[in-house]
């Protein structure tokens, strides 16, 4: 049974800072990929960041320089760091897995448009940036 549970959205000010949490239990496949997406109000849901079992990262440019993914693998907890928030990153967040999937999959496709590359996803957590 793959679970995922996501953590540490809040409302912040523009300017400010967040850390989300995935914590994940997992069947171990041999290879896998994992990622952050959300879906802001008016948007479709698009990808933020993905890494494979390789250590591959992708962030979206609309983020990058903002937003850093990070993991702890023994854990098995998935992170992304939000900085320098913006109200246009207001919405849901969500944590994805996808066994079998690698990194170059996905940067073909583009990050943006990966989230239909996975098949289970967490519950969500939601971010609002407002004044």
């Known amino acids: 049974q793959v679970r995922l549970v996501e953590s540490g959205g809040a409302s912040v000010q523009p300017g400010g800072s967040l850390r989300f949490s995935c914590a994940a239990s997992?069947?171990?496949?041999?290879?896998?990929?994992m990622g952050w997406f959300r879906h802001a109000p008016v948007n479709d849901r698009e990808g933020i960041a993905s890494?494979?079992?390789?250590?591959?990262?992708i962030i979206a440019d609309s983020v990058q320089w903002r937003f850093t993914l990070s993991r702890d693998s023994r854990k098995k907890i998935l992170y992304l760091q939000l900085n320098r928030l913006k109200p246009e990153d207001t919405g849901m967040y969500y944590c994805?897995?996808?066994?079998?999937?690698?990194?170059?999959?996905?940067?073909?496709?583009?990050?943006?448009?990966?989230?239909?590359?996975?098949?289970?996803w967490g519950q969500g957590t939601r971010v609002t940036v407002s004044s």
């Open positions: 997992l069947y171990d496949y041999d290879t896998y990929s």
């Open positions: 890494f494979d079992d390789g250590g591959r990262i």
């Open positions: 994805a897995y996808q066994p079998k999937l690698r990194l170059f999959t996905i940067s073909a496709l583009g990050i943006e448009k990966a989230d239909r590359l996975f098949g289970f």
